[in-house]
């Protein structure tokens, strides 16, 4: 049952890992009347396997499972992925233009800002794992 405050797709377990769950998720008919569709990037694919951290029931590969998402928790990811990005780009040419009129060391210096902070993002991805809560369940 879909609720508003979720996100839910059908999916099929591809492989079992000891601390995660491949799941594939297709894109469903339904993906073109979801209100969510927008700000979910599942709705761009055919076809997209994400990772789960293991839930304490047990799962077999190729069973068909529903994977839920709290609506909360993909606007969260939408933030960190699009908009601070955007805002530290933003703010990385205001800044170095301050301290130099050359535009090529100005745009340089905004995407390398980008750059360390996709990596830093890559480091501590562990620590954002409690955040993003994925659930599954059987069908």
Not at 110 to 128: D, N
């Amino acid at each position: 049952m879909s609720t508003s405050s979720e996100i839910q797709h059908d999916g099929t377990i591809v492989e079992l890992k000891r601390d995660s769950i491949m799941v594939k998720i297709e894109r469903s008919s339904a993906c073109a009347s979801c209100h969510s569709q927008k700000s979910c990037s599942l709705s761009e694919m055919e076809e997209k396997i994400i990772e789960i951290s293991q839930n304490p029931k047990p799962f077999n590969k190729g069973e068909k499972v529903l994977v839920i998402l709290p609506q909360k928790t993909g606007f969260l990811a939408v933030f960190i992925a699009y908009i601070v990005p955007l805002i530290i780009f933003i703010a990385s040419l205001a800044i170095i233009s301050l301290f130099t009129k050359i535009e090529i060391i100005v745009g340089l210096s905004a995407i390398s800002a980008i750059i360390i902070y996709y990596f830093a993002l890559s480091c501590f991805k562990h620590k954002f794992g409690n955040k993003f809560r994925i659930d599954i369940r059987k069908l």
